[in-house]
């Protein structure tokens, strides 16, 4: 099989796996106040574990001499002017019912799926081998944080369906990268340690500014530490995948 049509078909499979998050579809109360809520703590500790433990540890072994926090910190500031743009929008023209963090989670998972359609045609070009099982490891590695984003997706104001679409439009951003990075590896490759960096910082602004501070609402209300459970295990769900994946 080219090449080519391998690295189209392996980021495809990355993108088409955003649906992972189409099984709470079925999951009738998912639209109700508890079960979001639940599902927006495990988004706060997947996102800050992605960011920690997979996009800052990638971004320090990648680099040479970049200093890859300061593109992690205009990661963050370039969110908190964003989310600013969008809250004045928002107030001002939008008719839309939908939350600012909405549009911080699609283009954050957007520029992450990028970087993973980069990363698949870097390892197809290596070896179609290695190629087949990176791809199945960002698989993995993507199914707990896709169900994050259905999550907040539906906390934000968007309908099941769709946030279901949404979703995988954003997913899609993998098969752009993976062209992308075919045919112009070499350039992209020097700017890939910043690129991770800069998205953890987008995504530890995400579940800081916007869904930790949600929680302690929610923690107002119900004066429960069940909330809390969610929360610690997308992060040691992301740790497991990180450790067995690692490799």
Known sequence: MPTLLSIILASLFIS????????LLFWGKVGTQKITAYLV?????TMLAVA????????????????IFVPALLGLLTFFFLE????WFHHHDSPHDASPTVILILVGDGVHNFIDGVGIAATFLV?????FLTTLAIAAHEVPQEIADFSILVHGG???????????????????????????LEKLEAMLPLLLAFTAGMFIYIASSDLIPE?????????????????????????????????
């Open 127 to 131: 070896n179609p081998a290695l190629g």
């Open 41 to 45: 703590s495990f988004a706060a500790g």
């Open 215 to 247: 929680l302690h609402k929610d923690f107002e209300k119900q004066k429960s530490w069940v909330q809390t459970l969610p929360f610690v295990l997308g992060i040691v769900i992301l740790w497991i995948f990180t450790q067995l994946l690692e490799g």
């Open 158 to 184: 968007l309908g099941k369906v769709r946030a279901l679409v949404f979703n995988f439009i954003s997913g899609l951003t993998a098969l752009l990268g993976a062209v992308v990075g075919f045919y112009f």
């Open 16 to 23: 088409l796996v955003s649906f992972v998050g189409g099984i």
């Open 84 to 87: 600013r743009f969008v809250v």
């Open 52 to 67: 920690f433990l997979d996009l800052l540890p990638e971004a320090l072994k990648a680099s040479t001499e970049a200093n």
